[in-house]
């Protein structure tokens, strides 16, 4: 679905800021205003490149392997907003995978919003157990469609 050509700037911008930090790019940021906004949960809020690069560390510390399915994503846009849904995969230092989609961590959701052509705000939200770790939290068993 991220394929099309038919996307918007802002979707592209998206799109584009995802392949770039899955490449590990020190450019990732350059779609971004210099005061953006951004939300982690177990970060938090952080503002600005030097933020964001302190919580980049921390999360890409803990990875062996990370990347988002950029052909799957799912866009919706609104004024100023792109909403995107998406999954991720990944291996962390000990060795867990997940795919969102196939195990219970991985699928997100981020709301961007835009000044002009740059992004200035992006709160991501998902279960930051990727690797399924918190078995207590798991109500209603693991044995489901994921």
Known sequence: MAEQQDHSPRIMAVIDYFRRGDAGRPDMLDGFTDDFEFFF?????GR?????????AG?????????????GLRFIESGDSVVVEGTTRGEDKEGATWEGGTTPGGRFC???????????????YLDPDYTSRDEARFLWGKDRRW
């Open 41 to 45: 949960p177990k970060f938090g809020i």
């Open 48 to 56: 600005g490149r030097d933020d964001f690069m302190a919580f980049a």
């Open 59 to 71: 999360l890409v510390g803990s990875f062996k392997a990370f990347g988002h399915d950029i052909d």
């Open 110 to 124: 981020s709301v961007f919003e835009f000044r002009g052509a740059l992004i200035a705000r992006m709160h991501i």
